[in-house]
């Protein structure tokens, strides 16, 4: 009895004691042990850092172009400009932060160190503001403007702003990866909380700006900036200090190096053997299991897209020669993990093009979507609705389709696909995304229309011109929110599952960059808009009076475009082949897994 006791003691132990299969270790570089790190203990301080995080930076970002505008006296178009090229710096600097991740300090360095600049730039923020720029004390609301500001005060905001940008960008697409990184991807059960903790990240994300958009948002339009800026400071530091007390839990990937010379190596090496034909059933060199288990980063198996670089792992008789003498030129001969990783690049690159015209879409909600609302009824009584505020209702439809999605419609459609026991997958759920958009676009220009048959077009004043509510805009944020969880949240999913294991933060900022980019098309298609609407001195689409304009068919061409993006999409979609690593996926279809 006793012996029996034992062996169910040292089976239990042995269960306690098992490791991940993913190559993650513990805070001491140790192979993680599955019941003491990672899963949702640590998921969820990694959701409450992002929530808080979130309402940090937007407690700045949602009304920086008020304070640039009331408190440094900028006009529109400065202002407007200075904010664009700020947000864009943000998303910039993601790639960045991507970059020393992937290469050399590791996910959790990466995000702690960021996020340390991050709280400092806010502090010098909220010092500043509160000493220097908000004079005379009481000003920055609609009535009271602040004064002139010497050039050193100005160039302390800025400084400020920018380290804010540099800690909010550097941090965001680690966070994302690192929080995918606690559970097991070869694990089934821990496989799909990973699929479940993107839609929640994406969830506290929203919920943070919610926050953000309309409790700081009203203290900072009521001239309160200190107060705001102060409480996005104490946001940003309680979520540094929960992410710090999580240390021991967290389970990470260790860096591998500057990817830049893997990627080099086999383009020279593909390049160099141009000549050499590649037997169809030829054996490549796999690298003899040294390259694959760099710090437990897996081994890719072949592929047959992109024929050309298969030349850097065929083994010539030069090759040949250099192995018989124990050497091995990395600009002549790579490993076929280092060349498969070229080809998930390439391959990524068309499926995150077609992303940006959704981005393009998505950024007309905080900017042409305010522009109609306030040329909208916006009082109930006397209430005023600011037209900003009306965003919170994309976040509360951000949030019922997370909840529908994961509940509902994903257990259905798994039931009905009988196929693995899986719903739609990512780059489905990316399609449907922007079949929503479509619909969103169609929705804002029929609301448009009657907006218009309501308006007064001889206003001098143009805000509430219009007789007709703004709650019908209720249904185009709704759907730009239904769309968000089919797209950004797959976005994230499929980029990191997709991307290799020394490149999962790289896979988080193509989503960062998409959203960047979708600013900057959208910049440049208004201006190519208004080019083309005000010749022969028309008032054109979008004018300063929008009641002389024809904001609907803007809605229309946006929707226009995003129909003939969904086509390219599908296409590049049904053209995809999914990554394929050593003991994973074997024997899975690529159309089962991520056809369309």
């Known amino acids: 009895m006793a012996c029996l006791e034992m062996c169910k003691e040292r089976k239990f132990k042995d269960e306690q004691e098992e490791c991940t299969q993913d190559g993650t270790v513990d805070w001491r570089g140790q192979p993680a042990i599955k019941a003491k790190t990672g899963q949702w203990v640590a998921g969820i301080i990694i959701l409450l850092n992002q929530g808080l995080a979130t309402l940090a930076f937007f407690g700045i970002g949602v009304n920086l172009v008020l304070f640039l505008t009331r408190v440094l006296q900028q006009n529109n178009a400065d202002a407007a400009n200075n904010v664009s090229k700020w947000t864009g710096t943000v998303y910039i600097f993601s790639?960045?932060?991507?970059?020393?991740?992937?290469?050399?300090?590791?996910?959790?360095?990466?995000?702690?160190?960021?996020?340390?600049?991050?709280?400092?730039?806010?502090?010098?923020?909220?010092?500043?503001?509160?000493?220097?720029?908000?004079?005379?004390?009481?000003?920055?609301?609609?009535?009271?403007?602040?004064?002139?500001?010497?050039?050193?005060?100005?160039?302390?905001?800025?400084?400020?702003?920018?380290l804010v940008a540099l800690g909010n960008g550097g941090y965001q697409p680690n966070i994302a990866t690192l929080g995918a990184d606690q559970f097991d991807e070869e694990d089934p059960k821990e496989?799909?909380?990973?699929?479940?903790?993107?839609?929640?990240?994406?969830?506290?994300?929203?919920?943070?700006?919610?926050?953000?958009?309309?409790?700081?948002g009203y203290f900072e339009d009521e001239g309160m900036w200190a107060l705001g800026f102060w409480a996005s400071t104490a946001s940003a530091l309680a979520a540094l200090v929960l992410f710090l007390a999580g240390t021991t839990r967290y389970r990470r990937c260790k860096p591998s190096g500057n990817p830049l010379p893997r990627f080099s190596q086999v383009i020279v090496a593909a390049t160099k053997k141009w000549r050499v034909d590649v037997p169809p059933e030829a054996d490549l060199y796999d690298g003899g299991g040294e390259d694959?288990?760099?710090?437990?980063?897996?081994?890719?198996?072949?592929?047959?897209?992109?024929?050309?670089?298969?030349?850097?792992?065929?083994?010539?008789?030069?090759?040949?020669?250099?192995q018989k003498q124990g050497m091995r030129n990395p600009w002549r001969l790579c490993p076929v993990t280092q060349v498969e990783e070229v080809k998930c690049i390439l391959r990524l690159l068309p499926i995150w093009l077609c992303t940006i015209i959704y981005s393009v879409v998505y950024t007309q909600m905080a900017s042409i979507f305010v522009e109609q609302g306030a040329a909208m009824k916006t009082t109930i009584s006397k209430f005023r609705i600011p037209a900003a505020s009306m965003s919170a209702f994309d976040i509360l439809s951000v949030a019922l389709f997370i909840f529908l999605y994961r509940r509902v419609l994903d257990p259905v459609v798994s039931r009905i696909k009988k196929k693995d026991n899986k719903g739609f997958t990512e780059l489905q759920r990316m399609g449907v995304g922007l079949v929503i958009a479509i619909m969103a676009m169609v929705a804002a220009g029929i609301v448009e229309c009657y907006r218009l048959k309501y308006a007064d077009t001889n206003c001098f004043h143009c805000e509430?011109?219009?007789s007709l509510s703004i709650f019908w805009q209720v249904p185009q944020y709704a759907l730009i929110g239904a769309s968000e969880v089919f797209m950004y949240v797959s976005q994230l999913e499929f980029f990191n599952a997709q991307a290799p294991d020394r490149l999962k933060s790289f896979g988080s900022a193509l989503c960062m960059t998409s959203i960047s980019l979708g600013n900057y098309v959208s910049d440049l298609l208004v201006s190519m808009v208004m080019k083309i609407s005000t010749v022969d001195h028309m008032p054109g689409w979008i004018p300063g009076n929008?009641?002389?304009?024809?904001?609907?068919?803007?809605?229309?061409?946006?929707?226009?475009?995003?129909?003939?993006?969904?086509?390219?999409?599908?296409?590049?979609?049904?053209?995809?082949?999914?990554?394929?690593?050593?003991?994973?996926?074997?024997?899975?279809?690529?159309?089962?897994?991520?056809?369309?």
Not at 295 to 301: E, H, V
Request: with cysteine; glycine share 8%.
């Open 95 to 162: 790639l960045v932060g991507a970059f020393v991740s992937d290469s050399y300090w590791g996910r959790y360095k990466t995000c702690a160190i960021f996020q340390v600049i991050f709280v400092i730039g806010l502090m010098l923020l909220s010092l500043s503001s509160y000493l220097f720029l908000i004079r005379p004390k009481g000003c920055g609301n609609q009535l009271s403007p602040c004064g002139s500001h010497s050039s050193l005060e100005m160039g302390l905001f800025y400084f400020s702003i920018y």
């Open 191 to 216: 496989s799909h909380s990973k699929v479940t903790f993107f839609s929640y990240f994406y969830l506290a994300l929203n919920l943070g700006s919610l926050f953000s958009n309309t409790i700081l």
């Open 292 to 322: 694959c288990s760099i710090n437990g980063s897996r081994k890719i198996l072949h592929t047959d897209e992109f024929n050309f670089l298969d030349k850097a792992a065929y083994v010539t008789t030069d090759d040949l020669k250099d």
């Open 464 to 466: 509430g011109s219009s």
């Open 546 to 596: 929008l009641n002389k304009g024809h904001l609907d068919r803007f809605y229309f061409l946006l929707a226009g475009l995003t129909i003939l993006d969904l086509i390219v999409y599908v296409t590049c979609a049904r053209w995809y082949k999914c990554i394929k690593l050593e003991g994973k996926d074997a024997g899975i279809n690529d159309q089962d897994q991520y056809g369309v």
